[in-house]
């Protein structure tokens, strides 16, 4: 059969940087790219709780303030960086809705390139790359948060994304810099932290001193705020003040605080649990941390990126005080997780069904299936992972 013209074009090989495509490959970006801005924009007139319950008043006290001049008013509970995002928006648009989602929106799409970054690092194969862009720019939990939520989740999970590629690079420095440019942004950054030590200790990449980076770029993105008038004391303990703000073991996160009756409002013994729980966390991760250092394994890029989703998982299921959002890193790890083999795919629809469920108590005011339901599918999720984990580890045993 003879080969069309535009079959001819669509297959011609086009190199950018290191990486070869097809037209056909830039042909689909370009089209998912549009498609995906489409789906965001048809969202953004939708005003939720959080927008005008907090972020709307914060911007017109931005506004009042004579934008970056506000800076040196305790506005928010964020920490500087995002206040420099939301002064940039009121000077470049009257519509706040529109200006804070965009931030979002522009960040989606930056992870998205994080997440081909990572799968292209793994496989080589563009394909896949390209696949695992769809799935995060498609994912119910990244639409829901940014475009339609007005949250900005996105924002620090792409820096740990950026973080996690420049570590399969080799680049402890860069890496955790990256990391460190996320814990400026909120404070869940730190759930990546036991993945780093693990691997420090493994000496996979990991420097000690380059996690000295994560304070000195925290106190330096907090200098602009404080050069306009901003308490350094405040700019230095927003996180301390924050981790007081929720008594609950559980925000309506389905972990295993739900299933011990710790969720909001109906707190028991929440102190108690809470102490008990923060423990309990410190221990799990120390047994995992002793069994990868003590075993001599092959360290594999698919192993890590395994590691990496099971011990953020673990994290936050054990961990007292997580809100509903909290799992949001976790659904970005499992995208590199199930594309780089496709079999895992239900594990990664899976984690994420059970976000967009966590999330509509708040978004919707129903729960429409119970928390302690949740907690369980969720458990068996991280169980999955793990077992997929040691079965990985028992393959590459040296």
């Not at 994912?139 to 989740?153: E, K, M, N």
């Not at 594999?300 to 949001?328: C, K, Q, W």
Request: proline share 4%.
């Amino acid at each position: 059969m003879e080969e069309r013209a535009i079959d001819r074009f669509m297959f011609q090989r086009v190199r950018i940087g290191k990486i070869q495509f097809q037209i056909v490959d830039l042909t689909f970006i370009l089209c998912l790219f549009a498609f995906a801005f489409m789906i965001r924009w048809k969202l953004m007139p939708v005003e939720s709780a959080d927008y005008w319950g907090f972020l709307e008043g914060w911007m017109t006290q931005i506004r009042n303030g004579g934008g970056f001049r506000s800076l040196s008013q305790s506005i928010s509970n964020y920490t500087a960086p995002y206040m420099y995002l939301m002064c940039l928006v009121s000077y470049i648009t009257d519509n706040d809705l529109y200006g804070l989602k965009m931030i979002s929106v522009f960040f989606d799409y930056a992870a998205a390139f994080a997440v081909f970054l990572i799968i292209h690092k793994m496989s080589g194969n563009v394909k896949k790359s390209i696949l695992g862009m769809a799935v995060l720019l498609l994912s119910p939990t990244v639409i829901l948060d940014g475009a339609y939520w007005c949250q900005c989740d996105i924002i620090y999970t792409c820096f740990l994304l950026y973080a996690l590629y420049f570590f399969l690079k080799d680049n402890s420095r860069l890496s955790l810099i990256f990391v460190g440019i996320s814990f400026a942004f909120k404070l869940q950054a730190v759930f990546i932290l036991p993945f780093f030590i693990i691997m420090w200790l493994k000496r996979r990449t990991v420097k000690l001193p380059d996690f000295l980076w994560i304070p000195v770029i925290y106190v330096i993105s907090s200098l602009p705020a404080y050069f306009l008038g901003r308490s350094f004391k405040e700019l230095m303990t927003v996180y301390l003040e924050q981790t007081d703000t929720y008594p609950w073991g559980t925000l309506e996160y389905p972990n295993i605080y739900a299933l011990l009756g710790e969720a909001m409002p109906d707190m028991r013994h929440a102190a108690e649990v809470s102490g008990a729980g923060t423990f309990m966390t410190i221990i799990i991760l120390g047994c995992i941390a002793y069994y990868f250092y003590t075993k001599k394994i092959r360290l594999t890029n698919e192993l890590l990126i395994t590691l990496a989703l099971f011990t953020v998982a673990l994290t936050v299921y054990s961990l007292p005080h997580m809100h509903d959002r909290y799992g949001f890193l976790i659904d970005l790890l499992a995208v590199p997780y199930g594309v780089i083999r496709v079999k895992r795919l239900p594990v990664t629809c899976g984690f994420m069904l059970i976000s967009v469920l966590t999330f509509m108590p708040y978004l919707i005011a129903v729960h429409l299936v119970p928390i302690t339901y949740l907690a369980i599918g969720l458990l068996g999720l991280i169980v999955c992972v793990g077992l997929d984990l040691y079965g990985q580890m028992r393959e590459m045993s040296v």
